[in-house]
């Protein structure tokens, strides 16, 4: 049978979502909660999607759907990710993420660092794009968007050092997926938030006010087409009379 506690490397995992890897010591406490939340929330799937929200009860949220894309969707947890509005998709941001990556270790002169990035990248994205074992009908790119370690990335070798470079790439694309996706949905999102907000003030205070000038105008204007209508079809019926 196959072994699923050796699927993932719990160790590497936990100490990602803690955030003991890159934040203890040079961030500030405020950047460190905030990222340590919103890798919590995606190892539970519990970011605060329309779908979530609904559920709580929350108020101003009407439905489930996702207000970006007119698809009718469900915002879940999994729809951000693939939602249609999206500027980016997963297999894109994995494929530049490794190219972004090797230009950051070449400015920083990490020459050998850019060859072992090229003997392993290709397995990399093998890896990623394979069938996840536990998620089931998902590839284990959706692991790494939990934040969950696969072991395999540690068997593509033995050397401490390239363990470390392969997992420091994991979690460069695992931010890049934040920056290019979360961090867009989230702006998007309140600028319709406030867009609707708008509208719904724009109404209520049509329901209340008296009408000013300008609707006034409008009132009149339209009235006056009518009447103007009217007579054209009268005139109408007088010629159609005289004709026949
Ligand atoms: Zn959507």
């Known amino acids: 049978m196959y072994n699923h506690k050796k699927e993932f490397d719990w160790q590497t995992t936990l100490e990602f979502i803690s955030n003991r890897v890159e934040f203890s010591k040079r961030q500030s406490g405020n950047k460190d909660t905030y990222e340590r939340s919103y890798r919590i929330k995606n190892l539970l799937k519990d970011q605060p999607t329309y779908d979530t929200l609904y559920r709580r009860n929350t108020n101003k949220i009407d439905d489930n759907k996702c ?36 230009l950051q270790l070449k400015e920083s002169n990490q020459n050998d ?10 397995e990399f994205i093998n890896i990623l794009e394979s069938p996840s074992i536990i998620l089931r009908g998902k590839s284990r790119i959706w692991e790494l968007i939990r934040g969950i370690y696969n072991n395999k990335f540690n068997d593509l070798t033995k050397k401490k050092e390239e363990q470390n470079l392969i997992k420091k790439l994991w979690r460069f694309t695992y931010n890049e997926i934040k920056n290019r996706i979360w961090i867009p949905r989230c702006d998007e999102v309140k600028r319709l938030e406030e867009k609707a907000d708008i509208k719904k003030i724009d109404l209520r205070k049509r329901k209340n006010d008296p009408p000013n000038d300008l609707d006034r105008n409008n009132i009149i204007d339209s009235n006056e087409r009518k009447i103007n209508k009217k007579r054209k079809t009268t005139k109408n019926i007088e010629k159609d009379r005289k004709n026949s």
């Open 67 to 102: 207000i970006r894309c007119e698809n009718k969707e469900i915002e879940d947890w999994d729809h951000i990710w693939i939602c249609e509005d999206n500027d980016f998709n997963l297999n894109e941001i994995i494929y530049e993420s490794i190219h972004k990556f090797e």
């Open 113 to 122: 660092n850019v060859v072992t990035l090229r003997n392993y990248n290709i």
